[in-house]
Structures are given as C-alpha cells and as structure tokens.
C-alpha cells in the first residue's frame, strides 16, 4: 500500500490530494481557494483512472471521474481542512478504505536546519514555528495544515517537504547579501529560495520533455503563481533564485511587491509614520498586483486591461517588467540556455504574460509561436518557434507528486514495502 494524503497550504488557498504512488493513480485531488476573503470555492475532484505503463500520472479526463464545486466563506486553514474531509466523507472516495500510509506536507521555510524530507516530530513543529517570522505569509498556515492533519490521523507519521530544500545548491556568491558579514552570519541572513519542489519538478519535466538528462541542461523555471519565483538550474542543480531571506524577494506577486530599493521603507518609516509591521503588512499583502490594481488576481487584472483599465495595464506592465529583466539577467549567469519553463497558476494559463515577457528577445534565441502559445492544454507543451534557438515550454507543475513521493521514501521506504 503506498496511499499518500499530500496537503499543500498556499497563502491563500489549501490543495490536497490523495495519491496511490505505486499504482501510479490519483484517487482525488481538491483545492479551496480564496481562504479568508468573503467567498471562498471548494473544488473536490474524484477519479480512478486506469494507470498508464510507462507515463506519469492522469487525474483529468478519465471517463469516470467527476468534479464538484460549491462556494462558500472559508475562514483559515483549520476549516479548510474540514472542508476537505467533509468532501471525502461526501464525495469519496472513502479514507476508511485507503487509508493514507502517510501523509505529505507541504512546508514552505525550512531554513538551513532543513534540506531534506523530515517526519514530523513536535521538535521539527517548534522549528517550523520558529521559522513563522521568515515566511509569515505561509508557515503558520502550514502549521495549522499540521495540527489538524495530526488530529485526524494520529496513527500514520507526517513528513515535511520543504520548499526551501531544492536551493540548497546555491552558490554562496548566489545566497550571500553584501551586509556586515558578522550580523547575516549571526541571523542566519541568506537567500534561501522557495518553491523548490516546483522548480525540481519542473526542471526535470523539461529535460524529460527534450530528451535530454537534467544534468545536461541549462534551464529557467518560472514559477509564477499567487508567490512567484524564478530559478535557474545548471544541470538538474538550482544555481540562482529569486526568492531570498523570505518569499518577498524578486518578481512582482499577487500581493507581495518583490524587489524594491531598501529604503523606501526607511523613507516610509520616517515619512509616514509607518511602523515596521505595518511595512511588512504592506509589502507582503497590500503590494504587488493588488496593490497597484485594486486585484491580486491575474485573470482580474487580464480581463480590465482588456477594457482598456489603467491601474490593471500599468499592474501587467509592471509585472512583465520584472519578469523579462530576471530571465535576462539568468541568462547571464548561466552563460548558455536552453529551456525557459512557465509554470504554476498565471505561467500555465496566462499567455498574454508569456507573451509580454519574452516578447523582442529574438535576437536572443527566444522567439514564442503565437498560435502555439495561445492554444490551452494540461500537458507540457512548447511554445516557441521550431526555429527559437531556446525552448520554451508551458510545463503543468506538480508538486503534490513531488512531495508524495518525497514523502513515501521517507515514511514507508521500498525496503518496508514488500507484501
Ligand atoms: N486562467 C487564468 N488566467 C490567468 N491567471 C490565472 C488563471 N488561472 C489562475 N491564474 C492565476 O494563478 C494564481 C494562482 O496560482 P497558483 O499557482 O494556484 O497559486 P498558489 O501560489 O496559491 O499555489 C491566481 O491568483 C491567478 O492570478
Ligand atoms: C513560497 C510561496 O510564495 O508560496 P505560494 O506561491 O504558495 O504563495
Ligand atoms: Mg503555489
């Protein structure tokens, strides 16, 4: 039996799926979204598709699987997680009859302390805890995802998959911030990176896809969803990231600013009145999309640029910007490129943001195929010219699959697997 129950508590949405890792099948998959705005959705999806030899997992299209979306105010993660289990209970399939071996979750800061999978003991929870003031948007709601998980399955063990594991490569010319050595040495101030367990899947979806080994390739991923990150992996090893110390860092998000000049925040302080905390408040909720349009949201900002809205069309601007400037300067660091990956929620379905980002770099090697680009697709496909010296492929991200798999070689290695 190899059952895993993976828990992925975004910032703002909660995702779960149930995965039987051995017979390569997804036995049902959720998401509910919008945790703390008025609204929410909760999306439960069931299916048993048959196992295909040789490929990688399918849960959409199968004749026999089946979705069901209802809308409803969703508070925090606690009642997310009944929502799910309410949805298991109300839909199936059963947890009574597979029973998760164990369960995944997804937990976004593990410092320097954590580079690889970890079973979850109340020590490892301080620890996260501890970690809460690095990645407050996201490591308290994952906590949360962990207690409620542990109350309701006390007997199987917990493993912690943590984003900030895949960037143990960087570099130290890449992780170190030019400040008094003494004093970053003495708060462990460093890049980390985030969405690791995307970037690895990706990275190796991409070489996969090519035909070539991972070790061989020199790539960008772009992971561009509510936090968005771009990391450049030098055969199958993250060498550059965008995300730092916290997931502030780097490219413009949802509702995190990304990259600004240091003092602005001085300048805010001293000029506004602006306590620290209000500062963090305003860079990582009131900042970004949402904070030059009003809406973090990319389809928001997609449909009133279409109208011809100002604030969305600056927002976009701004966005892309950011994007084109970091897939420049990767470029350079890795000196050769072969592949650029769009993935997660707005670099899998906004194709006006490929286009935009990657748009007058010809001379480059990059030249996006309009049409191609344009079509929609839950495979990985490419976008780029036959001619585009560099590849470029939409890639669907997965990582509750990474961390499923993650985390059954921790919790129930082959060896214990037998019978
Ligand atoms: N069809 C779409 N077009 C443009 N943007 C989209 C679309 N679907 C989702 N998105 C964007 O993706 C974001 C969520 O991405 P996702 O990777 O699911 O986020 P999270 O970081 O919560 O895991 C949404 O906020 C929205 O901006
Ligand atoms: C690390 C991070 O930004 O995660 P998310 O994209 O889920 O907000
Ligand atoms: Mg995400």
């Known amino acids: 039996m190899s059952v895993i129950l993976v828990i992925n508590s975004g910032s703002s949405s909660l995702k779960y799926e149930l995965i039987d890792v051995d017979a390569r099948e997804k036995l049902a998959s959720g998401l509910i979204e919008r945790i703390g705005e008025r609204t929410g959705r909760a999306t439960h999806t069931t299916g048993l598709p048959e196992p295909v030899e040789g490929n990688e997992l399918a849960l959409t299209g199968s004749a026999s699987s089946s979705e069901r979306s209802r809308e409803l105010p969703v508070r925090d993660?606690?009642?997310a997680f009944q929502v799910m289990l309410e949805a298991f209970a109300e839909r199936g399939p059963s947890l009574e009859e597979h029973p998760p071996v164990a369960i995944g979750h997804r937990v976004v800061h593990g410092g320097k302390r954590f580079f690889e999978p970890t079973i979850i003991t109340d020590l490892v929870k301080i620890n996260i805890e501890d970690l809460s003031e690095l990645a407050p948007l996201h490591n308290p709601a994952n906590l949360q995802g962990i207690e409620a998980a542990q109350a309701m399955f006390p007997d199987v063990p917990h493993v912690a998959v943590f984003d900030t594991a895949f960037h143990q490569t960087l570099p130290p010319a890449a992780y170190t911030y030019a400040i008094d050595a003494e004093l970053a040495?003495?708060?462990?101030v460093r890049r980390y990176g985030f969405h690791g367990t995307s970037h690895k899947y990706v990275s190796e979806q991409a070489a996969e896809f090519i035909g070539k080994p991972v070790t061989e390739v020199k790539q960008l991923v772009l992971h561009l969803g509510n936090g968005a990150s771009i990391t450049a992996v030098d055969g199958g090893r993250s060498v550059e990231t965008s995300m730092g110390l916290t997931p502030l860092e780097g490219l413009v998000m949802g509702s995190r600013s990304g990259d600004l000049d240091p003092a602005v925040l001085f300048h805010l302080h001293?000029?506004?009145?602006?306590?620290?905390?209000?500062?963090?408040?305003?860079?990582?909720?009131?900042?970004?999309?949402?904070?030059?349009?009003?809406?973090?949201?990319?389809?928001?900002?997609?449909?009133?640029?279409?109208?011809?809205?100002?604030?969305a069309t600056l927002a976009f601007d701004v966005y892309v910007h950011r994007l084109k400037g970091y897939v420049g300067a990767y470029s350079a660091q890795l000196g050769r490129l072969d592949v650029i990956s769009f993935t997660a929620g707005v670099g899998e379905n906004a194709a006006p943001v490929r286009a935009a980002a990657l748009a007058g770099l010809e001379r480059f090697g990059i030249k996006i195929d309009e049409e191609r680009n344009s079509e929609r697709s839950d495979e990985t496909r490419k976008i780029s010219t036959d001619a585009s010296e560099v590849t470029v492929l939409v890639v669907p991200t997965d990582e509750e699959l990474e961390i499923a798999r993650e985390t059954l070689a921790v919790a129930a290695p082959e060896s214990q697997r037998r019978e």
Do not use: C, I, P
Request: without cysteine; neutral net charge; hydrophobic residues 30%.
């Open 185 to 188: 040495e003495k708060y462990r």
């Open 77 to 79: 993660h606690t009642a």
């Open 270 to 311: 001293r000029k506004a009145g602006l306590s620290f905390d209000q500062l963090d408040t305003l860079l990582n909720k009131h900042s970004g999309l949402v904070g030059l349009s009003g809406t973090r949201d990319m389809r928001d900002v997609l449909e009133r640029r279409a109208e011809g809205d100002e604030a």
